[in-house]
């Protein structure tokens, strides 16, 4: 997963966010290039400009260990985690709101954050079912350790590769290894989503690799695939943006309320500016009643609204572009990269990026 500016300054008020820094590897280079006619988009220092606008590095981490390190956080700072509790309702009750779980026990606080993902029951719950819908598009993401003749050196490089009907990414880990990931159109009755990761000793995972598009590709693209020691495949899903984030003590958070895919790696950092922006208003809401939490839930909801709109029409497009098929289509999409890697990309990653928050912060 990416790291960017906003959630290393909302991990820095908790002072966590030079242990999040040592999980991580900054990208320092960006390279785009094309697989059919060997064009390059883009080829240019990434880190020193993100770092100069946002104070922060852009970062690659291991989604497990990322999660581990904010888990001990908790567990450090008295923070309660129970596990094995499947949510299935909630009610109100006088100033308190109730969560229910298939257990039949219940939690109770002053209000309740459903922080629950693309498919939040939370969501669910308060505004009625609406089905996520398949994109179009798996993601199949896989670890490669490195060999002799095949370890990042300075700069660290983001590579990116557009080929016919799949695109690859690849970018350099701690550890000693690569993380690529690939996205091809895929016909919605082939899906198979794997919920854990497989070795690539498994006979299925074999096969599956040796028929990705990309398997026999240039440029170093085909060593780092057919050295894959892990391996994840997944359906790519959205779901509209809730055009309400709220009810009563209740509230959405990150993919709950704004689902994304995630070629633009904005999904945890999108859900970390919320949370900023949730606490800043509560806080300046204080105290907690239930006029003072409408008032926080309504500003939060406008403030973040308009941004992760923005933010999901431009994976949106992205993620359309990955899924061209097709030689002359191809082509097309080369000359439309080739006019958008430049400056205007750039702002728009800046923006996406530079909250949430600048200066000083409010909390």
């Not at 000693?176 to 082939?190: G, I, L, T």
């Not at 289509?329 to 990269?337: G, P, V």
């Amino acid at each position: 997963m990416q790291l960017s500016g906003q959630a290393f300054k909302v991990l820095n008020l908790l002072g966590l966010a030079e242990g999040a820094l040592a999980l991580a590897l900054p990208t320092e280079h960006a390279r785009h290039r094309s697989e059919l006619t060997g064009r390059v988009f883009l080829d240019a220092p990434a880190g020193a400009g993100i770092r100069a606008a946002t104070g922060w590095p852009l970062c690659g981490v291991n989604r497990a260990a990322y999660a581990q390190y904010l888990l001990d956080a908790c567990k450090d700072r008295g923070i309660s985690v129970h596990w094995g509790k499947k949510f299935v309702g909630l009610r109100e009750d006088g100033e308190l709101v109730y969560a229910k779980f298939e257990d039949g026990s219940e939690v109770q606080g002053d209000l309740l954050v459903g922080a629950d993902g693309i498919h939040s029951t939370v969501r669910d719950t308060l505004f009625g079912k609406t089905p996520a819908e398949y994109t179009g598009l798996v993601g199949i993401a896989g670890y490669t350790p490195y060999t002799v003749t095949m370890r990042a050196s300075p700069p660290i490089t983001v590579e990116q590769v557009w080929g016919d009907g799949c695109h690859y990414i690849c970018l350099p880990m701690l550890e000693d290894r690569y993380m690529w990931a690939v996205n091809m159109p895929e016909d919605a009755a082939m899906i198979e989503d794997w919920r854990t990761v497989r070795p690539a000793t498994d006979d299925k995972v074999k096969e599956m690799l040796q028929g990705l598009p990309c398997y026999d590709w240039g440029g170093g693209v085909g060593e780092v695939i057919k050295g894959t020691t892990e391996l994840v495949k997944f359906g790519l899903y959205l779901r509209p943006i809730a055009p309400i984030w709220h009810r009563g003590r209740s509230v959405l958070l990150g993919d709950a309320a704004h689902p994304t895919t995630p070629f633009l790696g904005q999904g945890a950092n999108q859900a970390t500016e919320d949370v900023y922006h949730l606490v800043r208003l509560l806080l300046a809401h204080s105290p907690l009643t239930a006029e003072s939490i409408n008032k926080a839930y309504t500003e939060y909801a406008a403030v973040r609204m308009d941004r992760v709109r923005r933010t999901i029409e431009q994976t949106k497009a992205e993620g359309n572009l990955r899924m061209i098929k097709g030689r002359e289509a191809c082509l097309e999409r080369e000359e439309l990269l080739a006019r958008g890697m430049g400056t205007d990309t750039w702002k728009i990653i800046l923006e996406m990026i530079s909250g949430p928050f600048t200066g000083e912060s409010e909390i």
